[in-house]
C-alpha cells in the first residue's frame, strides 16, 4: 500500500512538472502559428478571451471563489501588465522573429525579476554572481544578434518588444508578490484575464478592426484553441502547484530546459535555422541562467570561508 501511496504520490507532481515543460517549450511555436491567419492582435485576444471562459466555468465547477475586492482587484492589475502588457508585446515580435528566440529572451525573466524584487521589494540575495550570470546573459543575446541574424528584416525591433515583453513579465510577477493576499492560482489567472480582455478589445478596434475568419483546417485555428486550454489555464495552474510542492532548485530547471526544446522544435516544425551564433548565445544564456540559479551555492561550496569573510566585523 506504501508504494502505491509513493507512486501516486511522485506522478502527482511529476505529471504537473512535465505539463510546465511541454507548455512553455510549446508556447513561443504556437503563438508564431497562431497569428498566420489573422492579426496578432486578435490571435492574442481570442486566446484570452476563450481561456477566461472556460476558466471561469473550471472556477464554478471546482466551487472556487473568485474574489472582487480591493486586494484581489490590485493582485489582478499587476497581473494584467503579464497577460496584456507583455504577452501583446510578445504577439507583436512573433511576426518577426523565430519562437526559439522568443524562448530563450523569456529565459532571462528570473534574472530580471530577481533584479526587480532587489530594487523594489528591497530583497537581499542579488550578488556579485549573479550579477556576473545577468551579464554572461546579456553576452550571449549580444552574440545571438551578432553575425547569425539578418536584423535588416525587422528582427531587431522583434527582439526590442521582446525585451520590453520579458521585462513586464519580470515586474508583473515582482508586484503580485509584494501584495499580502491568499487567492488560488486559477482565480487569479481568471480575474486578471478578465480585467485583460477589454484592453486587448479596445487594442483590436484602435489598430486592427478585422473580423476574423478562422478555418478548423488552419493550424492558426488549432494554436489559438491549445494556447487558451493550455498556455493560459493548464499550464499556468501547473506551474503554481509546482512551485508549492518542489524547490525552487528543481523549478529553475525548466528555465534552462524548455529554450532547448523550444529550439529544437522551431527548427523541425517551423524551418527556423539554427545559426552557429544562435547555439553560442544559447549556451551562453543557460550557462548565466545556470550561475544565476546555482553559482552562489557553487560559490560556499568552493570558498567555504567566503561568507564568513564577507560579514567578519572590522578588527580596527
Known amino acids: 500500500m506504501s508504494t502505491t501511496d509513493s507512486s501516486i504520490s511522485n506522478a502527482s507532481i511529476t505529471i504537473p512538472y512535465l505539463t510546465v515543460v511541454v507548455v512553455w517549450s510549446t508556447t513561443p511555436l504556437a503563438v508564431v502559428w497562431s497569428s498566420e491567419a489573422v492579426s496578432p492582435v486578435m490571435a492574442a485576444l481570442l486566446r484570452m478571451a476563450i481561456a477566461a471562459v472556460v476558466g471561469t466555468m473550471a472556477l464554478r465547477f471546482w466551487r472556487i471563489s473568485l474574489p472582487w475586492n480591493n486586494l484581489a482587484l490590485k493582485s489582478y492589475g499587476y497581473a494584467v501588465l503579464g497577460i496584456y502588457g507583455a504577452m501583446l508585446l510578445c504577439y507583436l515580435a512573433a511576426r518577426l522573429v523565430p519562437s526559439g528566440l522568443i524562448s530563450l529572451i523569456f529565459g532571462l525573466s528570473p534574472m530580471i525579476s530577481g533584479l526587480f524584487a532587489f530594487i523594489w521589494l528591497k530583497e537581499k540575495g542579488f550578488s556579485g554572481v549573479r550579477w556576473l550570470a545577468l551579464i554572461i546573459s546579456i553576452l550571449g543575446l549580444a552574440r545571438v544578434l551578432g553575425d547569425g541574424m539578418d536584423l535588416s528584416d525587422g528582427r531587431l ?3 526590442a518588444l521582446l525585451l520590453g515583453a520579458v521585462a513586464l513579465f519580470s515586474a508583473s510577477g515582482v508586484l503580485i508578490k509584494g501584495v499580502n493576499i491568499k487567492i488560488h492560482p ?11 480582455v477589454p484592453l486587448y478589445l479596445l487594442t483590436w478596434i484602435l489598430i486592427d478592426g478585422q473580423l476574423p475568419t478562422l478555418d478548423p483546417g488552419n493550424r492558426s485555428f488549432w494554436a489559438i484553441l491549445y494556447l487558451a486550454l493550455f498556455g493560459s489555464l493548464l499550464g499556468f495552474v501547473s506551474y503554481f502547484y509546482v512551485l508549492q510542492k518542489l524547490s525552487p532548485t528543481t523549478v529553475a530547471l525548466v528555465t534552462l530546459i524548455t529554450p532547448v526544446i523550444a529550439l529544437t522544435l522551431g ?29 552562489d551555492r557553487l560559490q560556499q561550496w568552493l570558498i567555504p570561508s567566503s561568507k564568513n569573510l564577507t560579514m567578519e566585523p572590522d578588527s580596527e
Open 186 to 196: 486559477l482565480a487569479q489567472t481568471v480575474g486578471a484575464l478578465w480585467c485583460s
Open 267 to 295: 527548427n523541425l516544425l517551423n524551418q527556423e535555422p539554427l545559426t552557429m551564433s544562435l547555439l553560442q548565445g544559447a549556451i551562453l544564456i543557460c550557462l548565466g541562467l545556470s550561475l544565476y540559479h546555482w553559482g
Open 157 to 159: 525591433a522583434g527582439v
